[in-house]
């Protein structure tokens, strides 16, 4: 059964750093697309970056130049680096297998001084 555990969050303050993993298993991993979503309290849970195993990749506008989204394949791992984050930012993250309803437990940012 696949499995996606999602690790890196935390408490931050603003302006601040913070990098998610996700890991998975190889054989999912080595042909999908991969993406990160965030789900604040009261609000629908939005896509936030996306990159196929190509290296393709896609951000939300409300992110693009503060978060960076990789992939280790050798490693069936996929990162969210978040600088410069914001109190509104603030959500519990999660990563999908892109065209598939696998996600991981999420894991919480939260952006507070």
């Known amino acids: 059964q696949v499995q996606l555990v999602e690790s890196g969050g935390g408490l931050v303050q603003p302006g601040g750093s913070l990098r998610l993993s996700c890991a998975t298993s190889g054989s999912i991993f080595n042909h999908n697309a991969m993406g990160w979503y965030r789900q604040a309290p009261g609000k629908v849970r939005e896509l936030v970056a996306t990159m196929t195993n190509g290296g393709s990749t896609y951000y939300a506008d409300s992110v693009k130049g503060r978060f960076t989204i990789s992939r280790d394949n050798a490693g069936n791992t996929v990162y969210l680096q978040m600088n410069s984050l914001k109190p509104e930012d603030t959500a519990v993250y999660y990563c999908?297998?892109?065209?598939?309803?696998?996600w991981g437990q999420g894991t919480q940012v939260t952006v507070s001084s």
């Open positions: 999908n297998i892109i065209g598939t309803t696998l």
